[in-house]
């Protein structure tokens, strides 16, 4: 069964500090892997894309990592701001891209001053 | 910048209503999406469009419907709401082909209250 699990289920942060959110998927045949931040009450909103061939991609602090192979991915976040609060979901596409998106329940993020 | 918008973000009906949920977007997009999300759930797609006219059931289609009349809007159709599709509603779009495809861009969502 196609399935995205993302660890841990939340996360509390001082403002400044660095985390990694871990995306654990068990989709085939993988197409892309995503990140998308979701501020509450927002849509989501995409953070980097990867195809098979990519292993790392960096979006100013946040820099997403995919291991084809163990089919894991993270999800860095440089020196934590406030605004990066918000939940974060992985999402793996299987097969022909744009339908068929496999989402992960999302890590909630919270950065305290 | 690619918008998508929908008809409203916040939405109180009554058991029993028809609910009509709008979105449209400006990109020229083939492909729309609706999703619902649900605490502990994540995102579940109910129907999917990829041309005008043209639509495709999702994982969760049962009680909704959904029209696409032009390329730029896709309705969602509750036909008659009911308590337990008390949710957060988002509209999605993206190109059909290619690694343009790869890209979904969402609209802010409609949170519905069915009471």
């Known amino acids: 069964k196609n399935q995205v699990e993302q660890s841990p289920q939340s996360l509390i942060i001082l403002e400044g500090k660095n985390c990694t959110l871990q995306?654990?998927?068990?989709?085939?045949?993988?197409?892309?892997l995503r990140w998308y931040k979701q501020d509450t009450g927002r849509g989501p909103v995409s953070l980097t894309i990867m195809t098979f061939s990519e292993n790392t991609k960096s979006n100013g602090r946040y820099t997403a990592t995919l291991d084809a192979d163990t089919k894991q991915s993270s999800l860095h976040i440089t020196a934590s701001q406030l605004s990066d609060s918000a939940s974060y979901i992985c999402?793996?596409?299987?097969?022909?891209?744009?339908?068929?998106?496999?989402f992960g329940k999302g890590t909630t993020l919270s950065v305290s001053s | 910048d690619v918008k998508v918008t929908q008809s409203s973000r916040y939405l109180v009906k009554r058991t029993g209503e028809k609910v009509f949920l709008e979105c449209v977007q400006d990109?020229?997009?083939?492909?729309m999406f609706w999703y619902r999300q649900d605490p502990g759930l994540g995102l579940r797609l109910i129907y999917f469009s990829y041309d005008v006219k043209m639509k495709e059931k999702g994982d969760i289609p049962e009680g909704y419907s959904v029209s696409r009349e032009k390329k730029e809007r896709f309705s969602l159709i509750l036909e008659s709401a009911s308590t337990n599709q008390t949710s957060m509603y988002l509209c999605?779009?993206?190109?059909?082909?290619?690694?343009?495809?790869?890209?979904?861009?969402f609209g802010p969502g409609t949170r519905l209250t069915v009471t």
């Open positions: 999402v793996v596409s299987e097969g022909q891209a744009g339908t068929a998106l496999i």
């Open positions: 990109m020229d997009h083939e492909n």
């Open positions: 995306c654990n998927y068990t989709v085939s045949p993988f197409s892309n």
């Open positions: 999605a779009s993206s190109f059909r082909q290619g690694i343009l495809s790869y890209e979904q861009y």
